[in-house]
Antibody
Framework: VQLVESGGGLVQPGKSLKLSCSAS????????MHWIRQAPGKGLDWVAY???????VYADAVKGRFTISRDNAKNTLYLQLNSLKSEDTAIYYC????????????WGQGVMVTVSS | DIVLTQSPATLSVTPGESVSLSCRAS??????IHWYQQKSNESPRLLIK???QSISGIPSRFSGSGSGTDFTLSINRVESEDFSVYYC?????????FGSGTKLEIK
């Protein structure tokens, strides 16, 4: 199992960014996927979840601003980040939902998003 | 939202000692708790699932216990590679939530 995030960078407040998570080593279409973030020096915060059938759930802090999606043909998970705020600055990890429930059995290496003017 | 409180925030130990890390939930969550290890500048790794179930490839010195609101991650005879931050996570209800972490450091 391998998960590789990309698309991070420095962005101004109010702007947008789209993160990608390329998956390999498993049948991507059969698994739910999560995004989790970690602000510098802080703990882990769950951001969003998409099921294998593309149902979605969001944390209140990002609802209406972030959109999680997937392209099973490309084995890729996405996170569209709009109306970015300084408090969205974090490492963003994609993670696979475990086969035995909503635990996170594999994680990517993470991608840094910095929101600053 | 379910709040997870981890204690202590930092634990200073000598290699070879055995330790217990605590995670307390704000409401009963059965055994829907999972433990992760995060080494410096790395992504988290799943250690224990559903409070006490082992994960393939994780050393047997790691074990978990508890149910309801009180959970414990135990490390039998800490090794140098174990010094990192440990997080608990609940899967009882959305949103998924994590504890604030316990940092295990060398004394």
């Amino acid at each position: 199992v391998q998960l590789v995030e990309s698309g991070g960078g420095l962005v101004q407040p109010g702007k947008s960014l789209k993160l990608s998570c390329s998956a390999s080593g498993f049948t991507f279409s059969s698994y739910g996927m999560h995004w989790i973030r970690q602000a510098p020096g802080k703990g882990l915060d769950w951001v969003a979840y998409i099921s294998s059938s593309s149902g979605t759930v969001y944390a209140d802090a990002v609802k209406g601003r972030f959109t999680i999606s997937r392209d099973n043909a490309k084995n890729t998970l996405y996170l569209q980040l709009n109306s970015l705020k300084s408090e969205d600055t974090a490492i963003y990890y994609c993670a696979r939902r475990g086969t035995m429930g909503p635990l996170l059995d594999y994680w990517g290496q993470g991608v840094m998003v910095t929101v600053s003017s | 939202d379910i709040v997870l409180t981890q204690s202590p925030a930092t634990l200073s130990v000598t290699p070879g000692e055995s330790v217990s890390l605590s995670c307390r939930a704000s409401q009963g969550i059965s055994t829907s708790i999972h433990w992760y290890q995060q080494k410096s500048n790395e992504s988290p790794r799943l250690l224990i699932k559903y409070a006490s179930q082992s994960i393939s490839g994780i050393p047997s010195r790691f074990s978990g216990s508890g149910s309801g609101t009180d959970f414990t991650l135990s490390i039998n005879r800490v090794e140098s590679e174990d010094f990192s931050v440990y997080y608990c996570q609940q899967s009882y209800s959305l949103p998924l939530t994590f504890g604030s972490g316990t940092k295990l450091e060398i004394k």
